[in-house]
């Protein structure tokens, strides 16, 4: 595979988990609203992946050594992992009561995190569990950051 291609994957697979997570249940926590959930993922799943794969076309373009085709396939697949993976949390949105599908989100968030790391440990040719962990204690953290923001926006500007 194009390392332009891993780059645009990479970026889009772990934006895309982890963005996806923390919008979620910030907004589960701060409205506990299901269709103020969905709605936040599916604006996320096409705004954000838009917004990153710009970034990363930007991120390309400093290199002198990228050539439009790697710049191109860079941008495509950063907006196609992070609109793919932003759009698989959606199934549990809408097969399961709320509380349920976050913690199937939660779950799915871990399992997509494991995985995708241990592949990129592999291409490494690194320890996966040090790359798995380090990716998993962020995760932690904006599960935990995002459902206090949630909260506090929850008291302070709920009705």
Do not use: C
């Amino acid at each position: 595979m194009k390392e332009a291609i891993k780059r645009g994957i990479g970026f889009g697979v772990t934006s895309g988990i982890i963005t996806t997570l923390g919008l979620m249940i910030g907004l589960d926590s701060g409205t506990g609203s299901k269709v103020a959930v969905i709605g936040g993922v599916l604006t996320i799943a096409i705004a954000d992946a838009l917004s990153d794969a710009l970034g990363m076309r930007a991120s390309e373009e400093t290199s002198k050594r990228n050539k439009e085709n790697a710049i191109f396939q860079a941008t495509l697949f950063t907006f196609l992992a992070k609109l793919i993976i932003a759009l698989s949390f959606l199934i549990a949105l809408a097969s399961f009561e709320l509380q349920t599908a976050i913690i199937i989100n939660i779950a799915w968030a871990i399992v997509l995190l494991i995985i995708f790391n241990y592949y990129l440990a592999k291409i490494r040719e690194e320890d996966p569990k040090r790359l798995i962990a380090s990716h998993l204690v962020v995760a932690i953290l904006v599960i935990i950051s995002t459902y206090y923001v949630g909260k506090l926006i929850a008291i302070y500007f709920g009705s």
